[in-house]
């Protein structure tokens, strides 16, 4: 008698998505902020490295800090040519992603 061949079973499906909370009055997200001009952290990490300073003259490309995650470092880089207005974050601090992190001009 052959070997009767059985299909696996399909995996189990994961967890429904999870809506965000709402943010607190006042939060970060709604402060405005210029698209254009602001530099965000792509990645939740710690700050090691500034790189830049306010006033500044920088190009598109040029580093403005390192980040580090999950024991790698993240150079971050301005993505606007411009004067630097300010840089809202210093080394040692705890930075989640989409927070902005340089102001430019």
Same mark, same amino acid.
């Given at each position: 008698? #052959?070997?009767?061949?059985?299909?696996? =079973? +399909? +995996?189990? /499906? *994961?967890? /429904?998505?999870?809506? /965000?909370? +709402? !943010?607190?009055?006042?939060? /970060?997200?709604? !402060?405005?902020?210029?698209? *254009?001009? @602001?530099?965000? #952290?792509?990645?939740?990490?710690?700050? @090691?490295?500034?790189?830049?300073? =306010?006033?500044? %003259?920088?190009?598109? *490309?040029?580093?403005?800090? @390192? !980040? $580090?995650?999950?024991?790698? $470092?993240?150079?971050?880089?301005?993505?606007?040519?411009?004067?630097?207005? #300010?840089?809202? @974050?210093?080394?040692?601090? #705890?930075?989640?992603?989409? %927070?902005?992190?340089? $102001?430019? $001009?």
């Amino acid at each position: 008698m #052959s070997p009767v061949r059985v299909p696996a =079973p +399909p +995996p189990p /499906a *994961g967890p /429904a998505p999870v809506a /965000a909370p +709402p !943010l607190a009055p006042g939060g /970060a997200a709604s !402060l405005p902020v210029n698209e *254009g001009k @602001v530099c965000r #952290s792509p990645i939740s990490g710690i700050v @090691v490295r500034v790189t830049a300073q =306010p006033g500044q %003259q920088i190009q598109v *490309g040029d580093g403005v800090l @390192v !980040l $580090e995650a999950m024991k790698m $470092e993240t150079d971050i880089t301005a993505p606007v040519a411009g004067k630097i207005r #300010s840089i809202n @974050v210093n080394v040692g601090d #705890s930075v989640q992603g989409g %927070q902005v992190l340089v $102001e430019f $001009e």
